[in-house]
């Protein structure tokens, strides 16, 4: 079964840098990428969205600081996560799938399904 492999992450101090990746297990279309965050006890939160035709959208909170990037050759993502902070500290997912075109913006709608998941990856911050 296909699924989402990521690598990267860890420990950090805060003002930091790090770099998660996430590729297919196999070659797989989808439209559609996200890093998702989650911290004990609370909701999986998105990050970042980004859609193939170019659209992308950043959460606030780490607006400036975190940057996605796709290398469409590899079918990888990135997310290079700068200027860390204590409160980035969660376990990072990726997602993709695909979406019909006709549906807009699922995520600003909040109807996205991602059908492919990552392990998931814990990001520390330390101050």
């Known amino acids: 079964q296909v699924h989402l492999v990521q690598s990267g992450g860890g420990s950090a101090q805060a003002g930091g840098s790090l770099t998660l990746s996430c590729v297919p297990s196999?070659?797989?279309?989808?439209?559609?990428w996200a890093w998702f965050r989650q911290v004990p006890g609370k909701e999986r939160e998105v990050v970042v969205y980004?859609?193939?035709?170019?659209?992308?959208h950043y959460d606030d909170s780490v607006k400036g600081r975190f940057n996605f990037s796709h290398d469409n050759a590899e079918n990888t993502v990135y997310l290079q996560m700068n200027s860390l902070r204590v409160d980035d500290t969660a376990m990072y997912y990726c997602?993709?799938?695909?979406?019909?075109?006709?549906?807009?913006?699922?995520?600003?709608?909040?109807?996205?399904?991602?059908?492919?998941w990552g392990q998931g990856t814990q990001v520390t911050v330390s101050s």
């Open positions: 997602a993709a799938g695909f979406v019909l075109p006709q549906l807009g913006d699922v995520f600003a709608k909040g109807t996205y399904k991602p059908t492919l």
């Open positions: 980004f859609y193939a035709d170019g659209n992308m």
């Open positions: 196999e070659k797989i279309y989808v439209n559609f």
